[in-house]
């Protein structure tokens, strides 16, 4: 199995778009379903060996737990409530409103009371438009889906093995459906001065100093897969350090800047996983020392705190 096949989003541009829809509806019953957490932590997806899942939710309020996950290797949505009962359907030959009407059937079935607060999508350039009455955005390839999802795997097992060097507060590698991409954070522990003007959502997601380590898809403004990081607030001069590989760059965002390395610029180096791995690090010293984090006593190599069994072994 080849390390980050290719991805090019122009070849799958149209099931990545139904896909996140399908995404948001599941992370907006998420987010209904779940206590709320520092930073939204409660809302993200986790992955699984064969997609990605909501993990058990619900409100202990009389209904019953219940997960929604998407398999990708049988392409099913599958609806499971913690007493065994479990309901599924098919994810090809849906659109955004009959993946919508069925997903709520499903859950009716099982006796869950889902309620959508805003049953539109989040940040997409259909934010107006019901995802009951979205009967454009109907593709689902299934090698591309698949692919997506083994993509999305390998990602979170190089972050994971990234955030083993970092023993702060840190978030866990979870995947954020309003946005699509694959994230990890790690936090200074300092709060931070926000406008009252600033949305809530960002609020809470900024409300503490944090550089964040990620990849998605591509998009409407950065039209190829890529690797990220970002240093928020940002520090001055963050875009005068240097970044590793050499193929890296700060691409100026939202009135900041983000560390970006190229999916096919990390597939093209002779070491793919060294790369992603030496540039998520170099993002990291550049945020951090900028920003005057305790860079040493954050330090966790191997992920290890203890001093005993970090001493070298005679």
């Known amino acids: 199995m080849d390390l980050f096949p290719p991805m090019p989003l122009a070849e799958w541009q149209d099931t990545k778009e139904t896909l996140h829809r399908f995404a948001q509806i599941v992370g907006k019953i998420r987010l209904a379903s779940s206590p709320r957490r520092n930073h939204w932590w409660n809302v993200p997806f986790h992955l699984t060996g064969r997609g990605v899942t909501t993990r058990p939710t619900g409100r202990l309020d009389g209904g019953p737990v219940f997960t929604i996950d998407f398999d990708f290797v049988d392409h099913r949505l599958v609806v499971a409530a913690a007493d065994g009962r479990a309901t599924s359907f098919p994810l090809l030959g849906q659109s955004v409103a009959s993946f919508h009407h069925d997903i709520l059937e499903a859950l009716s079935a099982l006796g869950v009371r889902a309620e959508i607060a805003v049953p539109r999508p989040y940040d997409l350039p259909d934010k107006a438009r019901p995802f009951a009455e979205d009967h454009e955005h109907a593709s689902y390839d299934p090698a591309w889906a698949y692919r997506h999802w083994l993509v999305l795997s390998q990602v979170a097992l190089l972050l994971e093995e990234f955030a083993s060097g970092f023993c702060g507060k840190a978030s866990p590698v979870h995947q954020f459906w309003h946005s699509f991409d694959i994230a990890h954070s790690r936090f200074s522990g300092r709060s931070v001065d926000q406008s009252p003007q600033i949305d809530p959502v960002t609020r809470e997601a900024y409300s503490r100093e944090l ?62 996983r060294a790369a992603v791995l030496a540039f998520y690090e170099s993002a990291y010293q550049a945020g951090a020392v900028r920003a005057g984090w305790d860079v040493a006593g954050f330090a966790c190599p191997g992920g290890v705190t203890d001093p005993l069994l970090a001493a070298p072994r005679l």
Do not use: C, K, M
């Open 211 to 272: 550089i964040s380590f990620g990849f998605w898809f591509g998009d409407a403004s950065l039209g190829e897969p890529a690797f990220y990081s970002y240093t928020a607030p940002e520090p001055a001069q963050l875009a005068e350090e240097p970044l590793t590989p050499s193929s890296a760059r700060w691409v100026a965002r939202n009135a900041a800047h983000l560390a970006v390395l190229p999916y096919d610029a990390a597939r093209a180096q002779a070491d793919p």
